[in-house]
């Protein structure tokens, strides 16, 4: 499997983690530690780009984060791991993990890059869209790969996983180094992060990688959406209802139009 760690695709370990995964409350979900090898694991951390070369910024009410997808300009090791996920082995091993047949991650931002945090960054919990119009593909599964060496517990910045009712965090995931939180795209699967505080110079580190099929029966159309958390203030629970429902709205409008609506900043929200 190249930069990905072998142990974990043995047809044993497969059957393993199949289990695991069905099993996963509140929505299907698996946690893989060592996912990549360590010498994969730590290039990635070594030559992960600065913050200052991310050119795709999300700040706003819900979000304060940067992303991109740029394989071309990073060290060769963002491609391995790229090609890796991308193979038809890979696929073929992700199909038996989550029972879901047909999965592919297409070649474009919706199907890999990077997610990075400074001090003070935060994504509210939020469902995520589950179609993407241009290649007519039905979004399926989220794969994120942290890649923070020595992370410190109070650091933050868990993965939060919430019952779909918004009662609870039912899951809180550490984002530790060479850790891979596998998860459904559905209305299932509410998640986030809360608010960092990292020393100066840390930054919290991810790749992504999301997985596809065509459209088929039982596809039902999820735009995206934060969600407020039942202890936010009033006021930031009505600005986010606010702000959610104006932007739906509006992308209803402009599809009525025959106007492209859905461009990247709404399709990729961790």
């Not at 290039?43 to 071309?72: I, Q």
Request: aromatic residues 12%; proline residues 6%.
């Amino acid at each position: 499997m190249g930069p990905l760690n072998p142990l974990h695709f043995t047809p044993e370990q497969t059957a393993v983690l199949r289990q695991s995964f069905a099993a996963g409350t509140p929505c299907k979900h698996l946690i893989i530690d060592g996912f990549l090898t360590e010498e994969t694991a730590n290039l990635l951390h070594g030559h992960f780009p600065p913050m200052s070369a991310l050119k795709v910024r999300r700040k706003s009410l819900n979000e304060n984060k940067a992303e991109d997808y740029k394989f071309d300009e990073w060290h060769p090791a963002f491609r391995e791991v790229r090609d890796a996920i991308r193979s038809e082995s890979f696929a073929a091993w992700i199909s038996t993990v989550t029972g879901i047949d047909g999965l592919l991650t297409p070649d474009n931002p919706l199907g890999s890059g990077v997610h990075q945090g400074a001090d003070g960054s935060y994504v509210d919990v939020h469902i995520d869209v589950n179609y993407d119009p241009e290649s007519n593909l039905w979004r399926r599964v989220n794969l994120l790969v942290y890649l923070n060496r020595n992370w410190k517990d109070e650091y933050g910045g868990h993965l939060e996983i919430w019952d779909k009712f918004m009662k609870r965090a039912e899951k809180r995931i550490a984002p530790a180094h060479n850790r891979a939180v596998l998860f459904l795209t559905d209305e299932n699967s509410p998640h986030g992060y809360q608010t960092i505080r990292v020393p100066e110079g840390e930054t919290r580190k991810s790749f992504y990688a999301y997985f596809f099929t065509p459209i088929q029966d039982g596809f039902r159309y999820s735009d995206s959406r934060f969600i407020a958390r039942p202890n936010d203030s009033a006021w930031r629970k009505a600005a986010t209802s606010i702000k959610e429902s104006v932007k739906i709205n509006a992308k209803r409008l402009l599809k009525v139009l025959g106007v492209k609506s859905l461009d990247f900043q709404d399709k990729n929200k961790y």
